[in-house]
């Protein structure tokens, strides 16, 4: 970085003690938590995954920056919080950025990063989900007995003229509509689409992939498909009953359905007082819809409240008898993976497509995606701690935006962290379970 002259900044005083400001601190970083990133990515060798599944046709004899550098670097960028390509005119020069990219100089320009991401094609997004795939199955070191499948739907509003853009009336904004599937806390699918279709386009064909490789790798286990009522299709339910898949997914109410509960509606308004408190009862039925081949089990929930009725219905293919517990417990849990969602798209940026081209803006979709994969290794080693259960900005705030003194020679790399770091117990015991002794 091209250095030039900067005067002393003054500020009021303290008494008769004055207080003044200069940049001769010498080389600070106030990232250096990605050295616990680094050594994530290390153990998981995701940048290497990711670049292994790109094609690069760049002339290696005049290569700088390699593939596994360049994604390492925009890793790591949005882990730390820096969601733009812009930010990377001054992040090249971070040590702790350099560090975790395994480099002792420059990182690479924006200018190189922005023609990197547009060479991103189809080919390339298939192949990175196979990457989250691989991770996932990774992860478990005996074979699961059941596996739920999360499918939702959310929308990424956009501002510019990016191609595939259209307007959704029910979000009132020009936007995309990318389509997420988790199984608990494991992204499996981050699929960019366009909004001028159903929300519920593609799902089947990637629910069929995942049960086909699922299977592969565990042939006995048990797959069960969650969704919305926005995934009530004909097709999904039909393919999920031909392939042995179980399913509990939500209906839109319609005035059979309601009512088949009409008199759990009464007695629910009766025993509320008429919304004075809240009151629920389920019911299980039969219901088939005329898309349908044939019935299906339905259960219907009959709420009562002060905004007064608000029925509910879903359909499943399970065994259990309880209504109750199976809308509680097992339905209702889907409302975690919206947490997940906001995770991706507030604190990874995954709503950041501000591309003009398509595949580029699934690219970055991804990138999100694998920056959760960091984050989620990361949060195994803290086991036992009071950041078990901690959401990827709390990680961030924490851990990874820590400020350091760098100090560099020729044989030695130090980081010289606050002494009165807040978490710094929790710091030194993720150091220790992340390195190899």
Known sequence: ???????????????????????????????????????????????????????????????????????????????????????????????????????LKTLASTATLCRFEQQQNRSVAFDLHKVLFD??????????????????????????????????????????????????????????????????????????????ALRQQWPEVEILFRGDSGFCRHRMLDGCDRNGVKYIVGIARN??????????????????????????????????AGTWKHKRRVIGKAEYAQGGPNPRFITINLEEEDAEKLYREVYCARGDMENRIKDQQMDLFADRTSCHRWWPNQWRLLLSALAWVLFEHLRDQLENTQLARASVATLRNRLIKAAAVVIKNTRRLRFLLPTGMPDREIFCVLASRLVPT
């Open 255 to 288: 005035s059979r359905l309601e009512s088949a509960i009409s008199g759990y509606l009464e007695l629910a308004k009766r025993w509320s007082h008429n919304g004075a408190f809240k009151i629920s009862l389920f019911r299980s039925f039969q219901y088939a």
């Open 135 to 212: 991770q996932f199955v990774a992860r478990h070191k005996k074979p699961p007995k059941r596996l739920i499948l999360d499918f939702d739907a959310t929308d990424i509003p956009v501002h510019g003229e990016q191609e595939q853009r259209f307007f959704h009336g029910y979000y009132d904004s020009y936007c995309f509509m990318p389509l997420y599937v988790f199984c608990g806390r494991h992204l499996l699918v981050s699929y960019l689409r366009h909004c001028r279709q159903d929300a519920a386009k593609h799902s089947w064909a990637i629910l069929a992939l995942l049960v086909k």
């Open 1 to 103: 970085m091209t250095e030039c002259y900067q005067p002393e900044l003054s500020f009021s005083s303290i008494g008769r003690r004055k207080i003044t400001a200069d940049f001769t601190g010498g080389d600070l970083t106030s990232n250096a938590g990605l050295l616990l990133l680094r050594e994530c990515d290390r153990r998981l060798g995701l940048a290497r995954s990711v670049a292994d599944a790109v094609h690069d046709p760049r002339d290696p004899a005049r290569v700088e920056y390699s593939t596994e550098q360049l994604v390492r670097q925009r890793l790591l960028a949005i882990a730390a919080g820096f969601e733009d390509l812009n930010d990377h005119d001054q992040l090249r020069y971070d040590s702790a950025l350099q560090t975790g990219c395994q480099r």
